[in-house]
């Protein structure tokens, strides 16, 4: 199976068509505050109308309230979600929307009791660890500590760019990709032809 790639941070609808026109099978809207990708729920509302059919929409959150996320899946119409925070399982799973749950690769991660303990999400998305920056690091992680055995499927993140996407696949074989800052212009701005490279290297094309 072909892996599927996830382009995150999207702010403006012209970035998300390039992302799909790219090959990319779903985007990612960051409702995370602190984060210079941070979009409002009517932006990305106005983004998800103008969306061709079967391309996913995830949101992701990093311990937000139950309200705001409530307001969010009202406004919006995603597809689905992106836990990045220490949410446990029975939070994940509440909105009855398929879910993602972030791991950051910490010296001491334990990638079998995570898979466990959230064995109802659609995947673990392994992420580079940063004190304090819960996600968007711009840094990759040794690739070499993915189990090959997981039961949940991997979507690898984490320091991804056209240069670099081959090898990690090759090395690691996860179901999917996840890039955001290594196909920017500026932080939240996409360029087109990084996301067009990203995905034709994803795709083992030269």
């Not at 932006?43 to 992701?60: Q, T, Y």
């Not at 090759?170 to 087109?192: F, H, L, M, N, T």
């Amino acid at each position: 199976m072909p892996t599927r790639v996830k382009i995150c941070g999207i702010t403006r609808l012209p970035d998300a068509l390039a992302a799909v026109h790219a090959g990319a099978h779903a985007i990612g809207f960051v409702f995370y505050r602190p984060s210079p990708r941070y979009v409002e729920p009517a932006a990305a509302r106005a983004i998800v109308r103008g969306l061709p059919p079967f391309v996913a929409s995830i949101g992701l959150f990093v311990d937000a309230e139950s309200d705001f996320i409530a307001q969010v899946l009202c406004a919006v119409g995603l597809t689905g979600l992106q836990f990045h925070g220490h949410e446990p399982p029975e939070d994940c799973e509440r909105y009855g929307l398929p879910y993602l749950k972030a791991v950051a690769m910490t010296d001491d991660v334990d990638l079998d009791v995570a898979q466990s303990r959230y064995r109802g999400a659609q995947g673990l998305l392994l992420d580079t660890y940063q004190k304090d920056r819960p996600g968007g690091t711009g840094r990759t992680f040794p690739w070499e500590r993915v189990p090959q055995d997981l039961r949940l499927p991997v979507i690898l993140a984490g320091g991804l760019t056209p240069a670099n996407v081959a090898e990690a696949i090759a090395r690691v074989q996860p179901y999917a990709v996840d890039v955001s800052g290594g196909v920017e212009s500026a932080p939240g701005i996409k360029d087109e032809g990084l996301m067009h490279d990203f995905c034709r290297h994803a795709r083992g094309e030269s």
